[in-house]
């Protein structure tokens, strides 16, 4: 190990920029910077030296080439055990460079820009920060590259620990960082750039973020936000990565409870999705992915006791989601039943000082984020798909049987159909007015969910509507819905069998109607 000498410090993030500088300073490190860096440093009353007094060149191209210089990547890449480089960057006058603390152009941050313009986003693309991250990477033996904000305190602590020298071990692991962060860095502009279109005379910007078409090359990057304590089952290890938006499950803000398990964060998307369907107040109770019950209210509590109703067996050790901000009367129910999470926009201090009393729920505050694209790993590669985003409207309705729905069965239709699109399939699911009554999910054949769905049920299925995530593909379905009491079925419809199904259906005086969308979720 050798003791860090100087440092050349350009960082389009500042925060604490100042005290890891001081720190430095305090060791007797020679701080090198550019531009706004050196700015900052300089206002704060430390010694700064320019880079144009190491290069003897000024910053050029309105910054274009300001590092791009073998007094710079020289001095980073020489190796020092090495006599004939020693020898070479003597002879020429170049200086060592021990430490490099760069971060890049926000360059995601400005693509996402409303009405960015193309020039814009090319000049945001920053070239001399990832050739000197990428050369002090490289050197790792005798230059310590420092890329995250978060790396400050504990590179600056081990320093003043062994006298101003770093550790092979943490060279290493901030080289690993280091080359991380260039590849998620090039594969932010890759992704960008491949939306956008030129026809010869200009460049279109308008799908940029907004592409439908899937990308020829898939590049993903997320960042490891927690290890887990395993995955589905112990013998399993698991993890948890952000895209770094801070929207959606992945980046939620727990609030209170144990820590998240793998099997609690699959159980809260399914949660939060469902909740997200609807417009008014709606509570979804989650039991392995599956709603064993759903409901709106005028209130949050309303509909999160018109849930629990459905099934407050299954209900227990569930995970519940929600649209609304978790209020205080709503905290109050909610809080005798054993839940394993909550997620919501929002918890109210009332609210907050109710469910806290039970030491592990899990209360997690979401920021809601439409997912463009699903993605399912196979053996050898992954499926990728379109979310099932589809929305359903009255007008979308086929009556195909003699009985019309009356406008009550409509409305029950309706919401019906929202919630079995979440159900695993084979999915039956019977409701009325606002309220989930009994589920059939995950049967390998409908007869059966449709069974299992009226058997289950706590409250009475007379008078309920029933939906079906796919076609009946025999009548045998709808004769189990209508013996169970049901009156109208809202189906996708495209069997080959859809006449046979229409005339039990009409044989038994039920009204049904065709959505032509099918939902199944595998």
Known sequence: MAKIKRAILSVTDKTGLVPFAQRLAAQGV???????????????????????????????????????HPK???????????????????????????????????????????GVHFEEIIENIDIGGPSMVRS?????????????VADYEAIAAEM????????????????????????????AIANALAEITCDGEKFDIDALGKSE??????????????????GENPHQAAALYSDGSGKGVANGKQLHGKELSYNNIVDLQAAWDLAQEFDGPVCAIIKHTNPCGTATGATLREAYLRALECDPVSAFGGVIGVNRQVDGA?????????????????????????????????????????????????????????NDLRQLTEADLKVVSERQPTAE????????????????????????????????????????????????????????????????????????????????????GGSVRDQEVIDAANRLGLAMVFTGVRHFRH
């Open 330 to 386: 709503a905290a109050e129910e909610m809080a005798k039943l054993f839940v394993e999470a909550i997620a919501a926009p929002g918890f109210t201090t009332d609210a907050l000082e109710m469910l806290t009393k039970k030491k592990n729920v899990r209360l997690v505050e979401i920021s809601d984020v439409k997912t463009k694209w699903v993605l399912k790993n196979v053996s050898g590669g992954v499926l990728m798909q379109d």
């Open 30 to 68: 020679e701080l090198i910077s550019t531009g706004g860096t050196a700015k900052v440093l300089r206002e704060a009353g430390l010694a700064v030296r320019d880079i144009s007094d190491l290069t003897g060149f000024p910053e050029m191209l309105d910054g274009r080439v300001k590092t791009l």
């Open 136 to 148: 002090a990477a490289k050197n790792f033996q005798d230059v310590a590259i420092v890329t995250s």
């Open 213 to 230: 078409k899937f990308p020829e090359t898939l590049r993903l990057q997320f960042q490891k936000t927690m290890d887990l304590r395993y």
């Open 160 to 187: 003043e620990a062994a006298g101003g020298e770093l550790s092979l071990k943490t060279k290493w692991q901030l080289a690993q960082k280091a080359f991380a962060t260039t590849s998620a860095y090039d594969t």
């Open 409 to 492: 069965e409509l409305r029950a239709l309706l919401f019906a159909w929202k919630v079995c699109k979440h159900v695993k399939s084979n999915a039956i699911l019977y409701a009325r007015d606002g309220q989930s009554v009994g589920v059939g999910a995950g049967q390998m054949s409908r007869v059966d969910s449709a069974r299992l769905g009226a058997e289950k049920a706590v409250l009475p299925v007379a008078g309920t509507v029933a939906a079906s995530d796919a076609f009946f593909p025999f009548p045998d379905g709808v004769e189990v819905i209508a013996k169970a009491g049901a009156t109208a079925i809202i189906q996708p």
């Open 72 to 114: 710079v990547h020289g001095g980073i890449l020489y190796i020092r055990k090495n006599p004939a480089h020693v020898a070479a960057v003597k002879e020429h006058g170049i200086e060592p460079i021990d430490m490099l603390v760069v971060n890049l152009y926000a360059f995601e941050k400005t693509a996402s820009k409303p």
